[in-house]
T-cell receptor
Framework: SAVISQKPSRDICQRGTSLTIQCQVD?????MFWYRQQPGQSLTLIAT?????????ESGFVIDKFPISRPNLTFSTLTVSNMSPEDSSIYLC?????????FGEGSWLTVV | DAKTTQPPSMDCAEGRAANLPCNHS???????VYWYRQIHSQGPQYIIH???NNETNEMASLIITEDRKSSTLILPHATLRDTAVYYC????????????FGTGTRLQVFP
């Protein structure tokens, strides 16, 4: 199975600040995905990160709030900008290896 | 919007089979059904997936109806560690890795 590592695993952030989450995959992949899971809720797709092109955002998510980088085929970052308490969530990245889609362990952010 | 519907919760006695149903009546011919589970807000763990035929692996079995409008995930001998939220997902098209999650089924395995 694919290994997807995320950093940080957990953080407490001050409102108004920004935090960048890193996602590292152990093999080269074309697409990487970023999800958000608010407390008690299911996962919601934020955007698709393609190497060499702009990320594609889902309805309700914008680049200014969630800028994404994809510098190579094994790495991506998601920044949560100008955070408010409503951004307190688990942020997860995923990618496919073979015909299976794997997820990282998530980055649990609490905004105070 | 999610393309699947699942019961919000189920209980199962330890050692018994857990049968988790999923309805995906609008599934297209080339869309796979995936099952994941999530334990204590960890990252979702892949369980199994299928297209038309029934599938089995070391974790579970997946039974897909002939019309593909519904499926059942079977955990043959549930343990307390199987307590989790189980998500049934239809992969959106054959050429994308985008997964749209529904609300899932919270399975509680009791002693």
């Amino acid at each position: 199975s694919a290994v997807i590592s995320q950093k940080p695993s957990r953080d407490i952030c001050q409102r108004g600040t920004s935090l960048t989450i890193q996602c590292q995959v152990d093999s080269q992949v074309t697409m990487m995905f970023w999800y958000r899971q608010q407390p008690g809720q299911s996962l919601t797709l934020i955007a698709t990160a393609n190497q060499g092109s702009e990320a594609t955002y889902e309805s309700g998510f914008v680049i200014d709030k969630f800028p994404i980088s994809r510098p190579n085929l094994t790495f991506s970052t998601l920044t949560v900008s100008n955070m408010s308490p409503e951004d307190s969530s688990i942020y997860l990245c995923s990618s496919r290896q073979g015909n299976t889609i794997y997820f990282g362990e998530g980055s649990w952010l609490t905004v105070v | 919007d999610a393309k699947t519907t699942q019961p919000p919760s189920m209980d199962c006695a330890e050692g018994r089979a857990a049968n988790l149903p999923c309805n995906h009546s609008t599934i297209s011919g080339n869309e796979y059904v995936y099952w994941y589970r999530q334990i204590h807000s960890q990252g979702p763990q892949y369980i199994i997936h299928g297209l038309k035929n029934n599938e089995t692996n070391e974790m579970a079995s997946l039974i897909i109806t002939e019309d593909r409008k519904s499926s059942t995930l079977i955990l043959p001998h549930a343990t307390l560690r199987d307590t989790a939220v189980y998500y049934c997902i239809v992969r959106v098209g054959a050429s994308t890795d985008k997964l749209i999650f529904g609300t899932g089924t919270r399975l509680q395995v009791f002693p």
